[in-house]
């Protein structure tokens, strides 16, 4: 498999061998760092990190498995660079392009970091956008074969927003991979209709399926992994907090919900998450609206099927492995 010099854009823009071979190349890399083997396979080589949203996850791994890597880093803060305000996208992706050997970027739409990868020499990694948060799946999937040692026929289920970024991601993530694929939530939550359309293409060929509910309970039912994102995501304004609260309150990730699942089932989620009021926003928005968490209680979040942070883990040796793929 060879996949350098490709750009890291969207999950569909990757066939499914593809996919299955960054996972595999993460658990790998993750292998050799847990052993202390070294494995600098991009000594001497630089990359850009751009962040127009703020991170905690996807920078850090950024760093650290560049380092791992043998490479130098440069990370530029949501004010620290010319970038959309001084100097155009396609500017600043043929300047970057003749000092860095990769580009990573994190931003609003998806049409910015498509932008970038057309007028950059070098491969540009999609750190999130509004539509596409690729590198995740990546983690998300490489923690599911860890937990239950394949993808295929695993019932996934995604709680909540299922429009935005890690909805789009996961439903396309799983069409490929084989995965049955549920979201549940209010049906104007439901993700892009197009974007369904080629999904049930692509399960047709993996064995997926692709299934959209209302029902809490019924879209639980047997579930593998519950999923779920925050709902109102960065970028968005604060107004729409009232609305998201009203409409997805059903959909709150519950002890309820976890028991109707298998026996073996997983809590998952892509984090920051409000589980409690031990978060500025989680505190305002939860005295505000009189709740005690929003997408998932704390009581699932800290209970032993919950794999978060083995899944925030993940991110870093599956950006690794992006890396290493593609510099
Ligand atoms: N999951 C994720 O992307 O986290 P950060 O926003 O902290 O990078
Ligand atoms: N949907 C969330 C994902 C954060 C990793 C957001 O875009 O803020």
Redesign the pocket.
Known sequence: MNLKGRDFLKILDFSSEEIEYLIDLAAELKAKKKNGVPHKMCEGKNVALIFE???????C?FEVAARDLGMGVTYLDPSGSQIGKKESIADTARVLCGMFDGIEY?GFEQEKVEELAKYSCVPVFN??TNES?P??ILADFLTIKEQFGHLKGINFVYMGDARYNMGNSLMVGCAKMGLNFTACAPEKYFPDKELIEECKKIAKKSGATLKFETDPMAATKNADVIYTDVWVS?GEPIEVWKERIDDLAPYEVNSQLMKNASDNAVFMH???AYHDFKTEVGKEMGEKFGRKSMEVTDEVFESEQSVVFKE?EN?MHTIKAVMAAMM
């Not at 949203?53 to 920078?59: F, G």
């Open positions: 949203k703020t991170s905690t996850r996807t920078r791994s994190r750190g999130l948060h590198t995740q960065m892509c984090l920051p925030a991110r």
